[in-house]
């Protein structure tokens, strides 16, 4: 009798049958086979368990109906009555042209306020329904702008048709409350059979590259989707390599559609510089020049190449001379620094030294003294940048990477409306100039480099809302840093999972440590946490972490300042709650570890 033979998977025909794709393309395959089996365990276990678990997941909409829905809405919005309008009618019909065209890799290309978030989804949701496509997935790098998208698909598209699924989302659980909404997105979460989807970047690359079975369950779900990788330019460089790989399987073995969408588009396309980047990338906008000029709204003024340093007290003097601006430094300490050179009237301070709820709750602040049109100078780290919905009519900004000033002048005459005295538009300012202090080491310093070389070469008419002025700095940057400097693609194909696992880690903490930071409610949380610890409620407490370094800890443990809390990190105990300001966050400075009374304020 002959032996029998197993089938080639058709995921992997077409691929040599020896070699290092492969390999690659067996690992993935293996992934989506084990997330299936995950899922459909779990959901029996569920099943013999509640019978009626999922009965809310009836009141999904079709792709079809959710498409038709944000058709008409956007249809009754984006009127041609205003020259921003007008542009953003553009960006639609292109999105919607662009939408009958074959699944594979799309770029849009769309500058800040041209209206990229209803028109990516308008396109996906089309794509989708012409194709046959189950799901649209948008990745974004942060929360802070999953959250505000989240909020504008919900108005679009309905509640229950909108799952966010991130770690910092407030769950009713975590306070030991489990609503039938909330059911319904946590049962969602877990396998992402649900018509939008709204995520991280680490939530979904890290889980295509996992070894975990919570994370890996929904894989298999993430075949024949449209997936949205929003801010594109912040895909990790350090993790290129393996990243452009399991897209491109994504395309070609599992029926998906991805769109790379940014005002910034990194130069993703394959060459000799990058031999494992995209082929057969199509950009969406028709016009991409023509759209750029259209939406011009601000001036960037560039310092003297090889120019002096300007010292923040000069960056604070500049600010007071308007009612409402923004500044954008490098580091933490640099925006204390520069803040509490400013009046305190209409000061506002954003830095990852004060936790997410606190960060949230000042941009409402700001977002609220812009709309009574009070005095608001606001100073941040660069964490402002990526997708902030927020508007001044000059911006400050620590000479930096292009792809970062780019995005510090997307927060400057957003939606164009600047005027004169005599009611005419007139363009925002953006003043780079040369700071005290230099960016982290890493891509950021290396970005600082290309910039000044490209500053060098161009002159002080360096355009970077000019799409081939952006193509040329990303080659430039691209072509000196390392994009598998953790050997991720080695281990991929040696089907070595774990330590894929191990190696994959979108954000690094780099010996850092979690914090709970006495904010809100926190402590409520932690007391919920003291008495049923789990997962929900740890991640409950997300909201209220501040990550710090060794030498910050070590300080802080040398108080008695902190206490240790199994399964989340430390706390900082309540007789040094001062030691965390309403303003500026955590008040300890990490280099502050000789004397202790340097650490109070």
Same mark, same amino acid.
């Given at each position: 009798?002959?032996?029998?033979?197993?089938?080639?998977?058709?995921?992997l025909?077409?691929?040599p049958?020896?070699?290092?794709?492969i390999r690659?393309?067996?690992?993935l395959?293996?992934?989506?086979?084990f997330?299936?089996l995950?899922?459909?365990?779990r959901?029996?276990t569920?099943?013999f368990?509640?019978?009626?678990?999922?009965?809310?997941?009836?009141?999904f909409?079709?792709?079809?109906?959710?498409?038709?829905r944000i058709?008409?809405y956007?249809d009754?919005?984006?009127?041609?009555?205003t020259r921003?309008?007008t542009a953003?009618?553009?960006?639609?019909?292109?999105?919607r042209?662009?939408?009958?065209?074959?699944?594979?890799?799309?770029?849009l290309?769309v500058?800040?306020?041209?209206?990229?978030?209803?028109?990516s989804?308008?396109?996906?949701?089309?794509?989708a329904?012409?194709?046959?496509q189950r799901?649209?997935?948008?990745v974004a790098p942060?929360?802070?702008?999953?959250?505000?998208n989240a909020?504008?698909?919900?108005?679009?598209?309905g509640?229950r048709?909108?799952?966010?699924?991130h770690?910092?989302i407030?769950?009713?659980e975590?306070?030991?409350?489990?609503?039938?909404s909330e059911?319904?997105?946590?049962?969602?979460?877990e396998n992402?059979d649900a018509?939008?989807i709204?995520?991280?970047a680490?939530?979904?690359?890290e889980s295509?590259?996992?070894?975990?079975?919570?994370?890996?369950?929904?894989l298999?779900?993430?075949?024949?989707s449209?997936?949205i990788v929003d801010?594109?330019?912040?895909?990790p460089?350090?993790?290129l390599?393996?990243?452009l790989?399991?897209m491109r399987e994504?395309?070609?073995?599992?029926?998906?559609?991805?769109?790379?969408?940014?005002?910034?588009?990194p130069?993703?396309?394959?060459?000799?510089a990058?031999?494992?980047?995209?082929t057969g990338?199509?950009e969406?906008i028709?016009?991409?020049?023509?759209?750029?000029?259209?939406?011009?709204?601000v001036?960037?003024?560039?310092p003297?190449s090889?120019?002096?340093?300007?010292?923040?007290?000069?960056?604070a003097?500049?600010m007071?001379e308007?009612p409402?601006?923004?500044?954008v430094?490098?580091?933490?300490?640099?925006?204390?620094?520069l803040a509490?050179?400013l009046?305190?009237?209409?000061? &506002?301070h954003?830095?990852?030294?004060m936790?997410?709820?606190?960060?949230s !709750? =000042?941009? +409402? @602040?700001i977002? /609220?003294a812009?709309q009574m049109h009070?005095?608001?100078?606001?100073?941040s780290?660069?964490l402002?940048?990526?997708?902030v919905?927020?508007?001044?009519?000059l911006?400050?900004?620590?000479?930096?990477g292009?792809d970062?000033?780019?995005?510090?002048a997307?927060?400057c005459?957003?939606n164009?409306?600047?005027?004169?005295t005599?009611?005419?538009?007139?363009?925002?300012?953006v003043?780079?100039?040369?700071a005290e202090?230099?960016?982290?080491?890493?891509?950021?310093r290396q970005?600082l480099?290309?910039?000044e070389?490209?500053?060098?070469a161009h002159?002080?008419?360096l355009?970077?809302?000019?799409?081939?002025?952006l193509?040329?700095y &990303?080659?430039?940057l691209?072509s000196?840093?390392?994009h598998d400097?953790? !050997? =991720?693609q +080695? @281990?991929?194909? /040696?089907l070595?999972?774990?330590?894929v696992?191990?190696?994959?880690r979108l954000?690094?903490d780099?010996?850092?440590?979690?914090?709970?930071?006495?904010w809100?409610?926190?402590?409520?949380r932690?007391?919920?946490?003291?008495?049923?610890p789990g997962?929900?409620?740890?991640?409950?407490?997300?909201?209220?972490?501040v990550?710090?370094r060794d030498?910050?800890?070590r300080?802080?443990?040398r108080?008695?300042?902190?206490?240790?809390?199994?399964?989340?990190?430390f706390v900082?105990l309540?007789?040094?709650?001062?030691?965390?300001?309403d303003?500026?966050?955590?008040?300890?400075?990490?280099?502050?570890?000789?004397?202790?009374?340097e650490l109070?304020?």
């Amino acid at each position: 009798m002959d032996k029998p033979q197993l089938a080639f998977p058709d995921a992997l025909h077409g691929l040599p049958k020896d070699g290092e794709s492969i390999r690659l393309a067996t690992e993935l395959w293996t992934r989506f086979l084990f997330s299936a089996l995950v899922d459909a365990d779990r959901l029996a276990t569920e099943h013999f368990y509640d019978t009626d678990a999922r009965q809310s997941f009836r009141g999904f909409d079709s792709i079809e109906r959710l498409s038709e829905r944000i058709d008409d809405y956007l249809d009754k919005t984006y009127r041609p009555d205003t020259r921003v309008n007008t542009a953003r009618a553009r960006v639609l019909a292109d999105c919607r042209r662009a939408s009958l065209e074959p699944p594979g890799f799309f770029s849009l290309t769309v500058p800040t306020g041209g209206g990229k978030t209803l028109s990516s989804m308008a396109f996906a949701l089309a794509h989708a329904t012409r194709h046959g496509q189950r799901r649209v997935i948008v990745v974004a790098p942060f929360t802070s702008i999953i959250e505000q998208n989240a909020e504008v698909y919900r108005t679009v598209l309905g509640d229950r048709d909108v799952i966010e699924h991130h770690s910092a989302i407030v769950t009713p659980e975590a306070r030991g409350v489990i609503p039938e909404s909330e059911l319904r997105r946590r049962l969602a979460a877990e396998n992402w059979d649900a018509p939008v989807i709204v995520t991280t970047a680490v939530q979904f690359f890290e889980s295509l590259l996992s070894n975990d079975p919570s994370r890996c369950r929904k894989l298999h779900n993430i075949a024949r989707s449209v997936v949205i990788v929003d801010e594109a330019q912040t895909i990790p460089t350090e993790y290129l390599a393996c990243l452009l790989d399991v897209m491109r399987e994504l395309v070609r073995a599992y029926g998906c559609s991805i769109v790379f969408s940014t005002a910034t588009q990194p130069a993703l396309r394959a060459r000799p510089a990058l031999p494992n980047g995209i082929t057969g990338l199509r950009e969406i906008i028709a016009d991409v020049p023509d759209l750029t000029h259209a939406l011009r709204r601000v001036e960037v003024t560039w310092p003297e190449s090889g120019g002096a340093i300007t010292p923040y007290k000069a960056v604070a003097q500049g600010m007071v001379e308007v009612p409402c601006a923004l500044a954008v430094v490098h580091l933490t300490r640099d925006a204390r620094l520069l803040a509490e050179l400013l009046p305190a009237k209409g000061r &506002f301070h954003l830095s990852t030294r004060m936790c997410a709820s606190h960060r949230s !709750g =000042v941009l +409402a @602040a700001i977002r /609220a003294a812009l709309q009574m049109h009070d005095e608001c100078r606001v100073v941040s780290t660069q964490l402002i940048e990526a997708g902030v919905d927020i508007s001044v009519p000059l911006v400050f900004r620590a000479m930096a990477g292009l792809d970062s000033v780019a995005q510090a002048a997307g927060r400057c005459n957003r939606n164009g409306l600047l005027r004169d005295t005599d009611g005419r538009p007139v363009l925002g300012r953006v003043r780079v100039f040369r700071a005290e202090t230099a960016p982290p080491a890493g891509v950021l310093r290396q970005g600082l480099q290309v910039a000044e070389e490209m500053l060098l070469a161009h002159g002080p008419h360096l355009d970077v809302s000019d799409a081939t002025i952006l193509e040329e700095y &990303f080659r430039r940057l691209y072509s000196r840093v390392p994009h598998d400097p953790h !050997g =991720v693609q +080695a @281990a991929r194909a /040696a089907l070595d999972f774990g330590t894929v696992a191990q190696l994959v880690r979108l954000i690094d903490d780099g010996g850092q440590y979690p914090l709970v930071v006495p904010w809100e409610d926190a402590a409520d949380r932690l007391a919920h946490f003291a008495a049923r610890p789990g997962r929900e409620a740890a991640r409950g407490l997300q909201q209220f972490i501040v990550r710090i370094r060794d030498r910050q800890l070590r300080a802080l443990e040398r108080l008695g300042a902190v206490a240790v809390a199994e399964g989340i990190g430390f706390v900082l105990l309540s007789p040094f709650e001062h030691l965390y300001s309403d303003e500026f966050g955590l008040l300890v400075d990490e280099d502050a570890v000789a004397s202790p009374t340097e650490l109070i304020h």
